[in-house]
């Protein structure tokens, strides 16, 4: 048996290191064939399923395929170019085997089943038709080793039957016994009780928690559609790996679930904890999918974990394993701020209805107050006395003003574009605020010319003739990090004009006109050819705005805006006392 593959390769080769690979000395290629037409270079080959070459790689089962081009110059390949190199982002699964059919079992329709209401130690087996009169069915559940772990008998009438005594986030069989057939379905029981706490979901994983008061623990479950890779758990204080508690999952050889308490230094693989703090750690397989789950301390002793209690980001990792141990991730995500409190519920008086505060029309000069449902405490004849104050982030007040009507709207205006205000209300004459609240102006007036939005940054750019340049607004949950735009010919990031900005420990924005000559840090221009910078951050949210000339006077390091149509790339990364991180 063989497989018939057609890539872009040049010869049958081993590598060992990152460097060229080197040829066999017994060449596995069966049958091979190529051409080139209209510029396109196509191999084909065949290689045998398995081979007897030590230096080969059994094609039979799960791999990652990795494809590469580069330039041959004579019969040897040259190095290939970070940008020509590619893998496929899952496993691939090939099958040499030949498939054998067996005939279908005949069955009384009463044994075709399903499974319902399953939780992590309980699931509800039904079937289609009740038991026949004068009949009776045993239902068993078994591990995929066929030890029976529960039982019940349905009697004549009996449709359906719980099944108790499982254990969380482990594949089960449940079948029917009546000594003819035993038709049989797999089901996995989840891995804790409960609604989860919260739950993050992603093209390649998704994931949930629960808090677990009483424990004093927060059970985790990542979920993967696919075998033979780990997955990996990382809580970090700034959305990035160094100084991260990591925890790593994998199913092993015999099926069992390696969970790994580890930390990471930096941005390389993450160390062993010395101390294990991991607990009922569970890792299962169904259907290609793989899920594994832990629990850990709220609140850990080890110097080497993070205290999950508070606001924290986690992120998330999936990479292949090999005979070593884990390897670098091909996958990573990472979520916004998630506060988790592990503290018991309080239960407190529901406070008197209050002044309800809306932000409404806001633009990148004015904003309108609306106030309504003042409380009834207040007196019914009189002068309501209700005290509005507006503070701009720099500390200065905006506007103090008390009014006397308990439904009122101000008209908040000559403010500055891009910048987070607050407002406080008070009741009556006292100075204690009943509502706090804040609200950030648009960067720039009327509606945009163009709009990006992802899931990590969005962004908005609109053209001003009278200012001969464009606006563009950045914003995302960055934290420190910060905020990039690039502008391109070919959407590469060699030779683009780039601008980043971030917001810096003291609250000033740092916004900087720069150049790409590659894939490395963009350096800074000589000449800043950027007006208008403004930045500010609202509830976890980083907004950085500036403004762009159409036709720049930098002919060396600025693309012109208006020369041609251009790429807009769009990036986010660390920074540390204004040293740019990787993105």
């Not at 691939?92 to 069955?107: F, M, Q």
């Not at 299962?284 to 606001?311: M, Q």
């Not at 141990?325 to 409190?341: E, L």
């Not at 208008?532 to 693309?559: E, K, M, Y």
Request: aromatic share 8%; with cysteine.
């Amino acid at each position: 048996a063989c497989v018939r593959v057609c890539v872009h390769v040049h010869s049958f080769r081993w590598s060992f290191s990152y460097g060229l690979p080197a040829t066999d000395a017994d060449s596995q290629i069966l049958r091979s064939s190529g051409r080139r037409s209209d510029g396109v270079l196509e191999i084909s080959f065949s290689i045998p399923c398995q081979s007897a070459d030590t230096n080969d790689i059994s094609v039979n089962g799960d791999h990652y395929f990795l494809f590469a081009a580069g330039q041959a110059y004579g019969t040897a390949p040259s190095y290939h170019s970070s940008a020509r190199r590619w893998f496929t982002d899952e496993l691939v699964t090939i099958n040499c085997l030949r498939e054998v059919t067996t005939a279908t079992p005949t069955t009384m329709p009463e044994r075709v089943l399903r499974v319902e209401n399953i939780t992590d130690s309980t699931v509800t087996v039904v079937l289609s038709h009740p038991v026949p009169s004068g009949s009776s069915r045993q239902v068993v559940v078994t591990t995929p080793a066929s030890d029976v772990v529960s039982s019940a008998t349905l009697n004549a009438g009996d449709s359906s039957a719980t099944l108790r005594s499982l254990v969380p986030n482990a594949v089960y069989r449940v079948r029917i016994i009546d000594g003819v057939a035993n038709p049989s379905v797999s089901f996995r029981t989840e891995a804790f009780s409960g609604t989860p706490t919260g739950s993050a979901s992603y093209d390649r994983l998704q994931a949930k928690w629960a808090v677990d008061v009483d424990e004093q623990t927060v059970t985790f479950a990542l979920t993967s559609s696919t075998t033979g890779s780990w997955l990996g758990l990382g809580i970090s204080h700034d959305q990035s790996m160094p100084n991260s508690d990591i925890i790593t999952g994998s199913v092993d050889g015999t099926g069992a679930p390696l969970v790994e308490d580890r930390y990471a230094f930096s941005n390389s693989p993450p160390s062993l904890d010395s101390s294990s703090q991991v607990r009922n750690p569970r890792a299962s397989v169904l259907d290609g999918t793989t899920t594994i789950s832990f629990a850990l301390p709220c609140n850990s002793a080890d110097p080497e974990d993070i205290s999950l209690e508070g606001s924290r980001y986690l992120l998330f990792a999936q990479g292949p394993i090999t005979p070593s141990g884990i390897s670098y991730h091909v996958w990573r995500a990472a979520t916004s701020a998630v506060f988790i409190s592990c503290q018991p519920p309080t239960s407190s008086p529901t406070p008197a209805p209050g002044p309800a505060v809306e932000i409404t029309s806001t633009t990148d000069s004015s904003t309108v107050i609306k106030i309504s449902n003042m409380d009834s405490d207040l007196p019914s004849s009189g002068p309501v006395h209700i005290g509005v104050l507006v503070t701009a982030q720099d500390g200065y007040d905006i506007l103090r003003t008390n009014i006397t009507d308990a439904s009122a709207n101000i008209l908040v205006d000559h403010l500055q574009a891009n910048t987070v205000y607050t407002v406080t209300v008070t009741e009556g004459l006292s100075s204690v605020p009943v509502v706090h609240t804040g609200f950030r102006t648009k960067a720039f007036a009327g509606e945009p010319d163009g709009t990006f939005v992802n899931s990590v940054i969005s962004a908005e750019w609109k053209v001003f003739p009278s200012r001969q340049g464009v606006y563009f607004s950045l914003s995302a949950d960055a934290g420190g990090n910060w905020l990039g735009l690039g502008i391109s010919e070919d959407a590469f990031m060699a030779h683009s004009d780039i601008v980043t900005g971030y917001i810096d420990n003291n609250g000033g924005v740092a916004v900087q006109d720069r150049y790409s000559r590659g894939k490395t840090r963009p350096l800074k221009d000589p000449t800043q050819n950027i007006a208008n910078q403004r930045g500010s951050v609202l509830d976890g949210s980083t907004a950085i705005s500036f403004l762009l000339p159409c036709n720049s006077s930098d002919v060396v390091s600025d693309v012109p805006l208006v020369a041609s149509p251009h790429f807009f790339l769009f990036a986010r990364g660390r920074q540390r006392n204004g040293f740019l991180g990787y993105h």
